[in-house]
């Protein structure tokens, strides 16, 4: 599948945020096909084409204990795309509904 450019949506998080920024990257890149990393250093951009789906509990099982959605506020600088659901259990980006 080609995607172009426009349809990717995603996050900057921020490194400072060591193994948890880690762990949210995993998630998203194990439940998320075809996800890009750009690293600039200060922050990662986290890219997915058409959408971005992060839950909780994958996080939780990198990690190795308890993490709430909201800390993701924490790390989370931007996004691109528009948050379509975020409760306590998971965080969807996407375009549009007809994805």
């Known amino acids: 599948m080609t995607v172009d450019q426009g349809q990717y949506v995603g996050m900057d998080l921020d490194k400072n945020g060591g193994p948890v920024v880690d762990a949210i990257v995993e998630a998203v890149q194990a ?3 075809g996800v890009e990393l750009v690293d600039f250093n200060i922050y990662v951009k986290v890219k997915s084409p058409l ?3 992060l839950r909780r ?3 939780e099982e990198v990690l190795g204990r308890d993490w709430s959605m909201d ?3 924490i790390y989370m600088s ?4 528009f948050i379509e659901e975020w409760d306590e259990d998971h965080l969807l980006i996407r375009w549009n509904r007809a994805d």
């Open 51 to 53: 959408k971005l789906l």
């Open 31 to 33: 439940d998320n096909a």
């Open 71 to 73: 800390e993701l506020h």
């Open 78 to 81: 931007s996004y691109f795309g």
């Open 57 to 59: 509990e994958k996080v």
